[in-house]
C-alpha cells in the first residue's frame, strides 16, 4: 500500500496549509496513519496521528495549531497547519502506524516539503 503526501509549499509565516495523504490501499479505513516531519540534521519526529475510529494523537511539541482528519471515502489523511511559523519549515511524511501509540512501518516516501519564511 502506497502513500502520497502533497500539499506543501513556500508560505509567509501566519498563513495556512492542508496537506494530504492518499492512499491506494482498499482497507484504508481500518489503517492507523501518522504524520511525521523532518529537518535536516534532526530526528524525524511526530506531528499527529489518527487512527480507524478518528481518534487522534498529538506531538509533544503541538499546541493547538495541527489538526488531523480523515476521510474514508477519499483514502485520504489530512494535516491543517495554522499560523504557520519559520519552525514549521520541514518535510512532511506521512506513514503506517501499529497503533496510535505505535511505531510506523513501511515505506516513508518522498514526503511534501512546507517552507515558511518571517
Known amino acids: 500500500v502506497q502513500l502520497q503526501a502533497s500539499g506543501g509549499g513556500a508560505v509567509q509565516a501566519g498563513q495556512s496549509l492542508r496537506l494530504s495523504c492518499a492512499s491506494d490501499?482498499?482497507?484504508?479505513?481500518?489503517?492507523?496513519l501518522g504524520w511525521y516531519r523532518q529537518v535536516p540534521g534532526r530526528q524525524r519526529e511526530l506531528v499527529a496521528a489518527?487512527?480507524?475510529?478518528?481518534?487522534?494523537r498529538y506531538g509533544e511539541f503541538v499546541k493547538g495549531r495541527f489538526t488531523i482528519s480523515r476521510d474514508n471515502e477519499k483514502r485520504t489523511v489530512y494535516l491543517q497547519i495554522a499560523d504557520l511559523k519559520p519552525d514549521d519549515t520541514a518535510v512532511y511524511y506521512c506513514?503506517?502506524?501499529?497503533?496510535?501509540?505505535?511505531?510506523?512501518?513501511?515505506?516513508w516516501g518522498q514526503g511534501t516539503l512546507v517552507t515558511v519564511s518571517s
Open positions: 490501499g482498499n482497507v484504508f479505513r481500518f489503517m492507523t
Open positions: 506513514s503506517h502506524m501499529h497503533t496510535l501509540y505505535g511505531e510506523p512501518f513501511g515505506s
Open positions: 489518527i487512527d480507524h475510529n478518528s481518534h487522534e
